[in-house]
């Protein structure tokens, strides 16, 4: 079987040094594409050699809710030089108001941006969305549909509000939250949502999933090489086979990601 990590940090400090082996073990696993994110301008660069060094990473430049105050004077142009320059899609991009100290303006300010340069560009989109559910349906509905396409990472919406993003030409990405015993909503929107628009990550190195293999894996750090295992388990609670979830998020991962490829 084949398959697509949608969303990935590959760049990260925690885990850079590991890249070879880290991709070696993807490999194996049947991964034959994963999608690493820039956060901020800093890891611009590094994204870029990643892709440049590993045929099987898809590069995406943007910059998250978190790092707004990294932003340089020129940070919007910075990034559609970047995209210009390589085949790439943008993000990791969106809205995150968990923090009450978020600058909410800021913030649908410089997602609006990524979202003209992906549709200027017509590149797909990675976007992160937290407590901002009505504020992004909001953008979405004065934007219109995305050219492009684009996933919702990690999601962590409701059931019918996967069912509302389809519309606007966004695929949803599961995550190993998807794995914990506890997710019910997650499991809801899981079963909900279309076959020909669901996707799964692992948000390396970020959000290790559940397993219950016997294996001890307090405090390890997530990879791709987790993606099988968090199919065959969103498999499970979907009541769906493990080769056919497998072959829909392989295929839809493609679909959407096809001009970086």
């Known amino acids: 079987m084949k398959f697509i990590d949608v969303h990935t940090h590959l760049h990260d400090r925690r885990i850079v040094d590991g890249i070879p082996g880290i991709i070696k073990r993807a490999q194996g696993a049947g991964l034959k594409k994963m999608v690493s994110c820039a956060t901020m301008e800093e890891n611009f660069r590094a994204t870029y050699d990643l892709a440049e060094e590993y045929e099987s990473v898809l590069p ?6 978190w790092f707004l105050d990294t932003l340089s004077r020129d940070w919007e142009r910075n990034l559609g030089a970047w995209l210009e320059k ?3 899609g943008v993000g990791e991009t969106g809205l995150d108001f968990m923090g009450r100290g978020a600058d909410r ?6 997602f609006t941006a ?7 560009l017509d590149r797909p989109i990675n976007i992160h969305i937290r407590k901002a559910w009505d504020v992004f349906i909001h ?6 549909p995305l050219g492009a396409g684009g996933l919702v990472h990690s999601y962590s919406g409701s059931a019918d509000l996967a069912k509302v993003l389809e519309r606007y030409n966004l695929y949803i990405s599961f995550s190993g939250s998807v794995t914990r015993h506890n997710a019910k909503k997650t499991i809801r929107a899981l079963n909900a949502v279309d076959l020909d ?19 001890d894996y307090a405090g390890r750090l997530n990879e791709p090489l987790f993606v099988p ?12 086979g493990f080769e056919k979830l497998a072959g829909h998020g392989y295929i839809n991962g493609l679909n959407l990601f096809k001009p970086l490829i």
Do not use: M, W, Y
């Open 60 to 65: 995406c430049f943007g910059v998250h809710p």
């Open 229 to 240: 295992e968090i199919v065959r388990i969103a498999a499970d609670r979907r009541g769906i």
């Open 105 to 110: 303006d800021l913030q649908i300010e410089v």
């Open 139 to 144: 953008i979405l509905k004065a934007h219109g």
């Open 197 to 215: 628009r669901i996707l799964f990550e692992t948000d390396t190195p970020d959000i290790f999933p559940t397993l219950d293999d016997g294996n």
């Open 114 to 120: 990524h979202l003209a340069l992906a549709r200027d």
């Open 86 to 88: 390589v085949p790439s």
